[in-house]
């Protein structure tokens, strides 16, 4: 299945040990069902490592990209709960970006998701844009893989300051290209297809390694249907 939206938000990190437990009732609790809450926020996915790093995985899906630069998003992000902000300080190697979503397809949302972090040069980013599209509209042929999406992050959305943001402990950092497919089959066999699909000749346009990891779905929260 395709990406809700146009819009995403794509959160990587680990947590403290000492903050696990209160990770899974805030996240669960709280925060989810808060982010679903925002007006053109669509759904949140969060998933736990099978292999790689970090620990955890989240996505949340927006109508568009303006949503995640707009006012009711910033408010929440400017004025995090109590609960918010003592869960937070236990993320460890943060990475997120604010996306426009670049290409999109699929017949369906898989239990597994694969992702790739990357970097690409100013020069060739429409090169790679059009071939990462082609590329994984074609990889919807393997069996195994239920979508395939391509992430092209805002550099100055990603990068606004915000008390939730300042409550962290670690520097956040902001990947600019990211690639996620999702399968429905089995993890190992899907593991296997995707650390050699990190070497791709799609990717020989990226200017950094792509960093790889595939994680398992968690939890998941829809916006309210009017």
């Known amino acids: 299945m395709s990406i809700l939206g146009r819009g995403a938000v794509a959160i990587w990190h680990d947590i403290a040990p ?22 053109g926020f669509l759904r949140g996915r969060r998933y ?11 996505l949340y899906e927006t109508a568009s990209t303006d949503v995640l630069t707009g006012a009711d998003y910033l ?3 400017n004025t995090p709960t109590r609960w918010t902000t003592a869960t937070v300080k236990h993320f460890r190697n943060v990475s997120r970006s604010v996306c426009e979503v670049a290409h999109s397809a699929g017949d369906g949302d898989g239990g597994l ?35 395939a999406h391509l992430l092209v992050a ?31 089959g089995d993890a190992e066999r899907f593991a296997s297809f995707t650390r050699a699909f990190a070497a791709d000749p799609m990717f020989a346009e990226a200017s950094t390694a792509p ?15 009017a």
């Open 113 to 147: 998701v694969a992702t790739w972090r990357y970097d690409v040069g100013k020069a060739s980013a429409d090169s790679h844009r059009r071939r990462a599209a082609e590329r994984l509209t074609r990889l919807l042929d393997d069996t195994d893989v239920a979508a």
């Open 48 to 58: 736990v490592t099978v292999e790689g790093a970090p620990e955890y995985f989240n």
């Open 75 to 77: 408010v929440r992000l």
């Open 211 to 225: 960093a790889w990891a595939l994680y398992r779905l968690q939890n998941t929260k829809e916006a309210p249907r």
């Open 18 to 39: 000492e903050g696990r437990d209160a990770f899974y009732a805030w996240h669960g609790r709280e925060h989810m069902p808060e982010r679903a809450s925002i007006p």
């Open 154 to 184: 805002d550099p100055q959305g990603s990068a606004i300051e915000t008390a939730e943001r300042r409550a962290r402990a670690d520097v956040t950092l902001i990947p600019r290209w990211i690639v996620l497919v999702e399968s429905w």
